[in-house]
């Protein structure tokens, strides 16, 4: 069974801080790492990863990939209050691209 | 705004009851799909169609069924419903299969 795990669960940083969101996983067939940002309702895409080693940078916010190892992250610099969100993780994988999710990590940050 | 619809956004049933939750997709998009998301589970995948096949399937409980219409519309049927089936149901599309998805804002379902 594709499993995609992730860590930390929840994390707590004050604004300006720097956060590292972890995400592994093992699947069959794998094809892409995806990460998205869930505020109050539907999550909203932020990266796609499909080859190791190329950083993904959308202002603040970066991620790599490591195929060997089998992981992603994903950091966010000097954070702000509106970063606060949980973050999924999620792996596509098999012939049929399919999509399993992390269970997330809830980041808040204060002022 | 993704552009996906989902109606109702909220829904309160009793349980043994039935409910048939309801997705538009973003215009040209082919590919539904459709996740539970409760606090304890996270985003569960259910079922995926393309172009009105079903293309894979997910931990989908046989009270549940879906389809796609060839409007491209879907729709998500609960059955015999139970406590434990109150969760948000997040349905979301694609161009193709693969890649980056669109959500739309859920149906909050909750059995009572």
């Known amino acids: 069974e594709d499993k995609v795990v992730q860590s930390p669960l929840s994390l707590v940083v004050h604004e300006g801080d720097t956060v590292t969101l972890n995400c592994s996983y093992e699947?069959?067939?794998?094809?892409?790492l995806l990460w998205y940002k869930q505020e109050k309702k539907a999550p909203t895409f932020l990266f796609m990863l499909?080859?190791?080693?190329i950083e993904k940078k959308s202002g603040r916010l970066s991620s790599i990939l490591d195929k060997k190892e089998l992981f992603s992250i994903l950091n966010i610099t000097a954070t702000q209050t509106g970063d606060s969100a949980v973050y999924l993780c999620?792996?596509?994988?098999?012939?049929?691209?399919?999509?399993?999710f992390g269970k997330g990590t809830l980041l808040t940050v204060n002022p | 705004d993704s552009g996906v619809t989902q109606t109702p956004k909220h829904l309160i049933t009793a349980t043994g009851q039935r409910v048939t939750l309801r997705c538009s997709p973003r215009?040209?998009?082919?590919?539904v799909y459709w996740y539970q998301q409760s606090l304890d589970q996270g985003l569960q995948f259910l079922i995926q169609?393309?172009?009105?096949?079903?293309?894979a399937k997910g931990n989908i409980l046989e009270r549940f069924s879906a389809q796609q219409f060839p409007d491209l519309h879907s729709e998500l049927n609960l059955s015999s419903l139970e406590l434990g089936d109150s969760a948000l149901y997040f349905c979301?599309?694609?161009?193709?299969?693969?890649?980056?998805?669109?959500f739309g804002e859920g149906s909050r379902l909750t059995v009572l």
């Open positions: 979301a599309s694609s161009v193709d299969a693969t890649g980056e998805l669109f």
């Open positions: 699947v069959t067939n794998f094809r892409s």
């Open positions: 499909t080859s190791s080693g």
């Open positions: 999620a792996v596509e994988s098999g012939s049929n691209y399919k999509l399993t």
């Open positions: 215009s040209g998009d082919l590919s």
């Open positions: 169609y393309y172009n009105g096949e079903e293309r």
